[in-house]
């Protein structure tokens, strides 16, 4: 099985919770391609909106070859941070791929699962699992366990 796990992260919150599953597929031998998104130009979170494109320093678009494909990011005004929105309305053959999405956030996450949810569902994606982690203490055992479930319950949806 290949998994791609694809994430934003300013301060590594949203990366540790991208470790975490990266260790969990790697157990089961999957085959994983971990991404993490770095814009070429980063700017402040409320001057995404003005940049006319966003582009990466790996430019992945094409999630033909994945089995399952995990998004991550940080809660950022109650939604999505601007460049994971900008990286999954540029996917590609993403119609039935099954794809899990992770969020970090300091206390209030909003509608951020149902906003990215609901782009990739117009997008034709199967979204068939979802977590939101609070990120204001390091990644402690309630928190793994967290996670853990997460990527069981997407394990068990492509199985
Ligand atoms: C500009 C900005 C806006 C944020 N907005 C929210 C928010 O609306 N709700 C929330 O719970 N956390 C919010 N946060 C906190 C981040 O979501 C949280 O610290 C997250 O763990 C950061 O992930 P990272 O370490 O992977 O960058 C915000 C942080 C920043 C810098």
């Not at 053959?93 to 099954?98: P, R, T, Y």
């Amino acid at each position: 099985m290949n998994v791609l796990i694809a994430f934003y992260s300013k301060a590594d919150n949203a990366e540790s919770m991208a470790n975490a599953l990266k260790n969990f597929f790697k157990l089961k031998n999957f085959k994983i391609k971990f991404l993490k998104l770095k814009p070429k130009k980063e700017v402040k979170v409320d001057e995404y909106s003005k940049l006319e494109k966003i582009d990466f320093e790996e430019d992945l678009v094409d999630v033909k070859s994945f089995d399952l494909i995990i998004v991550g990011t940080p809660v950022s005004n109650f939604s999505m941070h601007p460049v994971v929105e900008h990286f999954v309305r540029k996917l590609k053959n993403v119609e039935n791929k099954k794809f899990g999405i992770f969020c970090s956030s300091v206390a209030l996450a909003g509608k951020t699962v149902q906003k990215l949810s609901g782009i990739l569902s117009t997008m034709g994606a199967d979204v068939v699992s979802s977590v939101t982690v609070k990120s204001l203490f390091d990644l402690n055992e309630k928190k793994t366990e967290e996670i853990k479930k997460f990527a069981s319950d997407l394990l068990e949806k492509i199985s």
